[in-house]
């Protein structure tokens, strides 16, 4: 499948807002990544504004306004979800609501967990991520979501799917979380798209063949 002008859009966005970096990286699972997506490194209006258009085009071509309230979990996808709720309404007229957790339950004040919108029993919540690499993120903050009423947790729209092995070694992180929640999981752009990217341009062969060896061993 050939890079669409929308994918290769996003990723010299995030390359241009130095989010998407290219060298060696430990990962949150522990391997030594040839690449790295930091959204954590979005730091002005108009960054976060078009990050936010990004997603957006994304939920209303994947879902439309089939859902109640996006989720976004702390701390890299509180700002995902309030930028891409604003863009859903500024760009598709699509109103919805938004929350997200706590890192430790607030015992004063409104308590509780999360920030936002309450979620109420009959709910489709989506979740709104950076990145899925071994799916260690979503394993944690699923229980606690579904814990807090009886809702429906059915996409989750991330940036970049990494492609990689899940706690089954015989599935992607994204197919575990399919099978193990239920969950279809929305990339913006594949590691398979950043890779036909640095292929466009011979000055990246080294990094095309260090991308090619951690696909072979991790994807």
């Known amino acids: 499948m ?14 241009g807002a130095g989010v998407l970096r290219f060298g060696e990286f430990m ?18 209006g108009a960054q976060i504004s078009a990050l936010g258009d990004f997603y957006a085009q994304l939920i209303h071509d994947s879902i439309g306004d089939d859902f109640t309230a996006m989720f ?8 995902l979800a309030v930028t891409t709720a604003g863009a859903l309404s500024r760009n598709y007229a699509i109103d ?24 109420q029993n009959g709910d489709k919540v989506i979740i709104i991520e950076d990145v ?28 970049v799917d990494r492609c990689e092995r899940g706690q089954n070694a015989a599935l992607s992180a994204v197919k575990e979380a399919e099978q193990t929640f239920g969950i279809t999981v929305h990339p913006i752009v594949t590691v398979y798209d950043i890779l036909e990217y640095l292929r466009e341009d ?5 990094h095309v063949e260090a991308m090619e060896r951690y696909i072979a061993q991790y994807c």
């Open 27 to 44: 990962t949150k699972s522990g391997r030594l990544s040839p690449y790295f997506v930091n959204t954590g490194l979005y730091r002005t």
């Open 96 to 119: 919805k609501p938004f929350f997200f957790n706590r890192k430790e339950a607030k015992d004063h004040g409104e308590g509780g967990s999360f920030v936002g919108y309450a979620p």
């Open 72 to 79: 976004g979990p702390a701390y890299k996808g509180i700002p």
């Open 202 to 206: 011979s000055a990246n062969a080294a």
């Open 2 to 15: 050939s890079l669409t002008a929308e994918k290769r859009r996003f990723i010299e966005f995030m390359t």
């Open 132 to 159: 899925i690499t071994a799916g260690t993120a979503l394993r944690e903050v699923m229980p606690m979501l579904l814990g807090c009423a009886d809702i429906t947790v059915k996409d989750m729209f991330i940036s």
